[in-house]
């Protein structure tokens, strides 16, 4: 038998209408086709979504994490970025 | 002879025992992804056969339930088609068990949910949505297999050359189905047999697998004269329910 395993696949699920697909994990599968229906009966069984996206791992370029102190500390001391300085006018109930 | 309960028996016992034979595979899938997959399809199976005893339950008459039915009754009194007992074999024949089943499921439930018995109209409906994706499951594994490589092309054709001559069993038609049909019930199974028989061609020409000469036909199942297979299923099936009468958990 060979150990030639199929390539591996990320999965992104679409919980419903409106909202963004998320990514839920990972699957094998020999190509993309049968990656969306191995994702079918893997992640959605529990009626998790409404939409499927697959993309091959190997096509994720991800960043590095050895420069993550250089990629996302320098946000740390930036709290004025958050929009929380303002004062909210009266008769805005819903913010 | 109660022919509505008699008709009922036969889908229920065509999904009841072929997702026995799915819920073989749990466990054993070749791959994670598909060991779900074909557990997934068991489940669906064994669901549409709960819907489908329960009901044949209530036409009899006498207070037989779903469980009573599944677990209860002699092998001559299961009507299922002779194809979905075969063993599991590899995963070829498997899934060209399946393939064969489910092209003939789906133009079957397309017609059953307009039936006159709005019961069966309403299990077909819920479970012609299951088949759908069941077929588009075995079609592509029997495509991708006929059209895979030399060992793959020679297993699925192999598959095939074995359950060939279960196929005619599936559109056998006696009184029953004279009776049902009358009623519009049932389904035209002419009509049902021509949209089986374009899906298998089509899906094998391109699985470039080819339709065994041999024309043997074996018929039975629908009047409870099963292969040697059937004994065992029930044996398994029934074991907890015979050997510990009213066991519920």
Request: glycine share 6%.
């Amino acid at each position: 038998m060979s150990k030639n395993e199929w390539p591996l696949w990320e999965v992104f699920i679409r919980s419903k209408q409106g909202l963004s697909h998320k990514h839920v994990g990972s699957l094998r599968a020999a190509d993309a086709q049968m990656a969306v229906e191995n994702a079918r009966d893997v992640y959605t069984r529990r009626s998790e979504g409404i939409s499927i996206w697959v993309i091959e791992s190997k096509d994720v370029y991800a960043s590095d994490p050895t420069e993550a102190d250089a990629l996302f500390e320098p946000a740390d001391s930036k709290v004025y970025r958050h929009p929380t300085f303002y004062d909210v006018p009266d008769g805005i109930s819903h913010m | 002879m109660n022919t509505l309960f008699e008709y009922t028996i036969r889908l229920a016992d065509d999904s009841l025992i072929l997702g026995h034979r799915m819920s073989e595979w749990c466990g054993h899938g070749p791959i994670l992804e598909e060991d779900i997959a074909l557990t997934n399809i068991a489940l669906d199976l064994v669901g549409q056969a709960t819907s489908f005893l329960a009901y044949a339950g209530e036409t009899e008459g006498k207070k037989r339930d779903a469980d009573a039915l599944a677990f209860l009754r002699f092998d001559r009194e299961y009507k299922n088609a002779l194809l979905v007992e075969q063993p599991n074999g590899d995963f070829g024949m498997t899934m060209m068990r399946q393939f064969l089943f489910d092209a003939f499921r789906k133009p079957l439930f397309e017609r059953l949910q307009h039936s006159s018995d709005k019961q069966l109209a309403a299990i077909a409906e819920k479970s012609l949505k299951e088949t759908k994706y069941h077929l588009k499951h075995s079609s592509e594994w029997v495509i991708r297999l006929g059209d895979g490589t030399e060992e793959s092309n020679g297993r699925i054709q192999d598959a095939l050359n074995t359950l060939w001559r279960y196929t005619p069993d599936l559109f056998y038609a006696d009184e029953v189905d004279q009776e049902m049909q009358q009623q519009g019930i049932a389904p035209d199974m002419a009509a049902v047999y021509a949209d089986w028989n374009a899906t298998v061609q089509h899906v094998f020409q391109e699985a470039t697998i080819e339709i065994p000469s041999n024309n043997w036909k074996q018929t039975g199942g629908r009047k409870g004269l099963h292969s040697e297979h059937m004994g065992h299923i029930l044996a398994e099936l029934q074991y907890m329910q015979r050997a510990y009468p009213n066991m519920e958990w």
